[in-house]
């Protein structure tokens, strides 16, 4: 599960410039990036994870001809046994992003492209005061470029909560029933 | 505008309003151009009736985005070398984050940061670390 060929596009860099509401012209013009340091458009350094566009299995994102969770004509396209949390990383109680570490050997610009391995790291658990038990695991992402040189070095940490985290009591009241 | 090793004290930070008032069209746009398409993220009916949620929140990793350009705002273009975060509270529409790099460590041509981002009620949501190049 991961993409096996991620081309980094100059539009998408800018598309995913503007949806961290980062105006650096850095991330776009390729006239104003070539006076700077990085000599060039590069991508902003959480720009990698948008690597899942490219991940054919990536399992947050609809397919053509398969249910999918979200809401439709009901509130979830896919009927689950209650209580069996998780499902596609949403649901009662599902997946949530816990930790992300990048390491930038250099950084990325349009034209490069790059491959993505993923290799599962450590896993452990935790009693979680808002969601009952937590459990954590790490998955280890590299990314290579066309050389075959090592460009970013990706860890995520993903979390599965029994429950859904219990918020603070002001918003506790509006939370619909689950 | 890089960030000069002989100008740097430990301690000193860098704070930056990275949004205001976080609508939910930017939390589409950041799956969109993300491509993690989680209901839990543009689906209100979704996420209040199925989740469990009181409402939509925002990707760990928008949060990390945005706090992402306080940090290169700060060191420079192509200069940051590691950044990490854990998300320790969720970020909902409506909420104003400011995002705070305090100087931890210089070592020869190497800054080291330690990376907060907080809400209007003083809730840390993000805490990481960053490191960076800096002349000398």
Same mark, same amino acid.
């Given at each position: 599960?991961?993409?096996?060929?991620?081309?980094?596009?100059?539009?998408?860099?800018?598309?995913?410039?503007?949806?961290?509401?980062?105006?650096?012209?850095?991330?776009?013009?390729?006239?104003?990036?070539?006076?700077?340091?990085?000599?060039?458009?590069?991508?902003?350094?959480?720009?990698?994870?948008?690597?899942?566009?490219?991940?054919?299995?990536?399992?947050?994102?609809?397919?053509?001809?398969?249910?999918?969770?979200?809401?439709?004509?009901?509130?979830?396209?896919?009927?689950?046994?209650?209580?069996?949390?998780?499902?596609?990383?949403?649901?009662?109680?599902?997946?949530?992003?816990?930790?992300?570490?990048?390491?930038?050997?250099?950084?990325?610009?349009?034209?490069?492209?790059?491959?993505?391995?993923?290799?599962?790291?450590?896993?452990?658990?935790?009693?979680?005061?808002?969601?009952?038990?937590?459990?954590?695991?790490?998955?280890?992402?590299?990314?290579?470029?066309?050389?075959?040189?090592?460009?970013?070095?990706?860890?995520?940490?993903?979390?599965?909560?029994?429950?859904?985290?219990?918020?603070?009591?002001?918003?506790?009241?509006?939370?619909?029933?689950? | 505008?890089?960030?000069?090793?002989?100008?740097?004290?430990?301690?000193?930070?860098?704070?930056?309003?990275?949004?205001?008032?976080?609508?939910?069209?930017?939390?589409?746009?950041?799956?969109?151009?993300? /491509? =993690?398409?989680?209901?839990?993220?543009?689906?209100?009916? #979704? @996420?209040?009736? &199925?989740?469990?949620?009181?409402?939509?929140? !925002?990707?760990?990793?928008?949060?990390?985005?945005?706090?992402?350009?306080?940090?290169?705002?700060?060191? /420079? =273009?192509?200069?940051?070398?590691?950044?990490?975060?854990? #998300? @320790?509270?969720? &970020?909902?529409?409506?909420?104003?984050?400011? !995002?705070?790099?305090?100087?931890?460590?210089?070592?020869?041509?190497?800054?080291?940061?330690?990376?907060?981002?907080?809400?209007?009620?003083?809730?840390?949501?993000?805490?990481?670390?960053?490191?960076?190049?800096?002349?000398?």
């Amino acid at each position: 599960m991961a993409a096996k060929r991620f081309p980094i596009e100059a539009g998408h860099i800018m598309m995913f410039a503007r949806s961290v509401g980062d105006d650096n012209k850095v991330y776009y013009d390729e006239d104003y990036a070539k006076t700077t340091e990085a000599r060039g458009i590069i991508a902003p350094p959480t720009f990698p994870q948008s690597s899942a566009q490219f991940d054919p299995d990536y399992f947050l994102r609809p397919k053509v001809g398969q249910p999918w969770f979200g809401s439709g004509k009901n509130p979830t396209g896919i009927q689950r046994a209650s209580g069996g949390g998780g499902g596609g990383g949403g649901g009662g109680g599902g997946g949530l992003h816990a930790e992300q570490h990048f390491e930038y050997h250099r950084h990325i610009r349009p034209g490069d492209v790059l491959t993505a391995t993923v290799k599962p790291g450590k896993t452990w658990e935790k009693e979680g005061r808002r969601s009952g038990k937590l459990i954590f695991s790490e998955s280890i992402t590299e990314y290579r470029d066309q050389n075959g040189e090592l460009v970013i070095t990706a860890r995520g940490v993903g979390v599965r909560t029994e429950r859904p985290v219990d918020q603070p009591a002001a918003s506790k009241s509006e939370k619909a029933e689950a | 505008m890089a960030l000069k090793a002989s100008q740097l004290t430990v301690g000193e930070t860098h704070t930056a309003r990275i949004v205001e008032d976080l609508k939910r069209t930017q939390i589409v746009q950041y799956a969109g151009a993300s /491509g =993690d398409y989680n209901p839990l993220h543009t689906d209100e009916v #979704f @996420t209040t009736k &199925v989740a469990g949620y009181p409402s939509v929140f !925002a990707h760990g990793m928008l949060t990390m985005g945005m706090t992402g350009k306080m940090l290169t705002d700060y060191v /420079g =273009d192509a200069r940051l070398t590691k950044y990490g975060v854990r #998300f @320790t509270s969720q &970020v909902w529409p409506g909420d104003t984050l400011e !995002a705070t790099a305090t100087v931890k460590a210089v070592n020869g041509d190497l800054v080291e940061l330690d990376v907060s981002t907080r809400n209007q009620d003083g809730v840390e949501v993000l805490s990481g670390y960053a490191e960076a190049r800096v002349d000398p």
